[in-house]
């Protein structure tokens, strides 16, 4: 679901930053778009400030202007679940500060971190464990600046399943699968979806969820624990918009608050993630929101965050 006045100009610029400097007639063709019509939005944008236009030869250059930062076009990443009802709500606040806001949604954490680590989304709501590798992998390009959701990681169980549990890699559902201690070996899968289907199909015994997905598995007739775990997911940032960091955790800390008090679009949200509203209202219950990073929680938490970031298992991955 995208936020802005124009999503065409927001598209514009966020093909010239992929491509870079490149021909009119390339970028209209990229965008399916006429050169007349393409023209006057280059203008207008290029009054804006956001991109330059530029005669080389017979050819008119195009190119995006370097942000002086922030970057004036904002993507923010979330993982298709129950816990985020603040989202639409921090959108929209963060329309204050940039030109064009859009949120794109991810089913798999480790995808999500990496691509904020290398700038292709500015925000993301990811799990703890996974911005702590983001950040070290990145360099530290990576930071935690804002709250977001605790709890909502479960563990299915398929008595009749093969050796084994199903998680995602460094994630969540791995931290709860390393507090649990579950039994090996560890199957990776991409999705909550993913997960679910090899608990169904009675390849792995148990299986580290998520809500919407750990509900499922108990309306499919599995045995389904809480795994407690206190912290789930938390607003990570690209070190480009750190000049706005304490902005974005205000936006933050105020959307998180008015979703509290229930001021959310269940519709809204659950056509941004695909997941029917009636399913969202009742599993987001299971989670606890956090207007603020739980610091204290991640310090008690800190030998199992870096072998779920990290797990000794991953050894067996790394040479087959």
């Given at each position: 679901m995208d936020y802005g006045p124009d999503r065409l100009d927001a598209?514009?610029?966020?093909?010239?930053?992929?491509?870079?400097?490149?021909?009119?007639?390339?970028?209209?063709?990229?965008?399916?778009?006429?050169?007349?019509?393409?023209?006057?939005?280059?203008?207008?944008?290029?009054?804006?400030?956001?991109?330059?236009?530029?005669?080389?030869?017979?050819?008119?250059?195009?190119?995006?202007?370097?942000?002086?930062?922030?970057?004036?076009?904002?993507?923010?990443?979330?993982?298709?679940?129950?816990?985020?009802?603040?989202?639409l709500g921090l959108a929209r606040r963060l329309r204050d500060l940039f030109y064009d806001?859009?949120?794109?949604?991810?089913?798999?954490?480790r995808r999500l971190a990496m691509d904020l680590a290398a700038g292709r989304v500015h925000l993301a709501m990811a799990p703890l464990t996974t911005l702590v590798l983001a950040h070290r992998?990145?360099?530290?390009?990576?930071?935690?600046?804002?709250?977001?959701?605790?709890?909502?990681?479960?563990?299915?169980?398929?008595?009749?399943?093969?050796?084994?549990h199903a998680t995602t890699m460094s994630s969540s559902m791995e931290l709860c699968a390393e507090l649990r201690g579950l039994p090996g070996p560890r199957v990776y899968a991409s999705s909550g979806d993913e997960i679910l289907a090899l608990l169904k199909s009675g390849r792995v015994r148990a299986a580290a969820l998520w809500e919407p997905y750990?509900?499922?598995?108990?309306?499919?007739?599995?045995?389904?624990?809480?795994?407690?775990?206190?912290?789930?997911?938390?607003?990570?940032?690209?070190?480009?918009?750190?000049?706005?960091?304490?902005?974005?955790?205000?936006?933050?800390?105020?959307s998180v608050s008015d979703a509290r008090r229930g001021a959310w679009d269940p519709g809204a949200y659950s056509r941004l993630t695909g997941i029917p509203a009636p399913e969202v209202e009742k599993t987001v219950k299971h989670y606890r929101l956090l207007e603020e990073p739980p610091?204290?929680?991640?310090?008690?938490?800190?030998?199992?965050?870096?072998?779920?970031?990290?797990?000794?298992t991953a050894i067996e991955y790394l040479i087959p």
């Amino acid at each position: 679901m995208d936020y802005g006045p124009d999503r065409l100009d927001a598209e514009i610029m966020e093909t010239l930053q992929e491509l870079g400097p490149t021909t009119l007639s390339e970028l209209a063709r990229t965008l399916g778009l006429s050169k007349g019509a393409l023209w006057k939005r280059i203008r207008r944008l290029a009054g804006a400030g956001l991109l330059s236009a530029r005669r080389v030869g017979g050819a008119l250059i195009v190119e995006a202007n370097a942000p002086k930062s922030p970057p004036p076009i904002v993507r923010i990443g979330i993982l298709r679940a129950s816990e985020y009802p603040y989202i639409l709500g921090l959108a929209r606040r963060l329309r204050d500060l940039f030109y064009d806001v859009s949120i794109h949604v991810y089913d798999e954490a480790r995808r999500l971190a990496m691509d904020l680590a290398a700038g292709r989304v500015h925000l993301a709501m990811a799990p703890l464990t996974t911005l702590v590798l983001a950040h070290r992998v990145s360099g530290g390009i990576v930071h935690i600046i804002g709250g977001g959701s605790g709890g909502g990681a479960f563990i299915a169980w398929n008595p009749t399943g093969g050796r084994g549990h199903a998680t995602t890699m460094s994630s969540s559902m791995e931290l709860c699968a390393e507090l649990r201690g579950l039994p090996g070996p560890r199957v990776y899968a991409s999705s909550g979806d993913e997960i679910l289907a090899l608990l169904k199909s009675g390849r792995v015994r148990a299986a580290a969820l998520w809500e919407p997905y750990a509900s499922r598995a108990s309306r499919l007739g599995f045995e389904v624990e809480d795994c407690g775990l206190p912290v789930c997911c938390v607003l990570g940032a690209h070190r480009s918009l750190e000049p706005l960091y304490a902005r974005i955790a205000r936006a933050m800390e105020e959307s998180v608050s008015d979703a509290r008090r229930g001021a959310w679009d269940p519709g809204a949200y659950s056509r941004l993630t695909g997941i029917p509203a009636p399913e969202v209202e009742k599993t987001v219950k299971h989670y606890r929101l956090l207007e603020e990073p739980p610091r204290d929680e991640a310090k008690r938490l800190w030998d199992f965050l870096a072998r779920a970031a990290l797990p000794k298992t991953a050894i067996e991955y790394l040479i087959p």
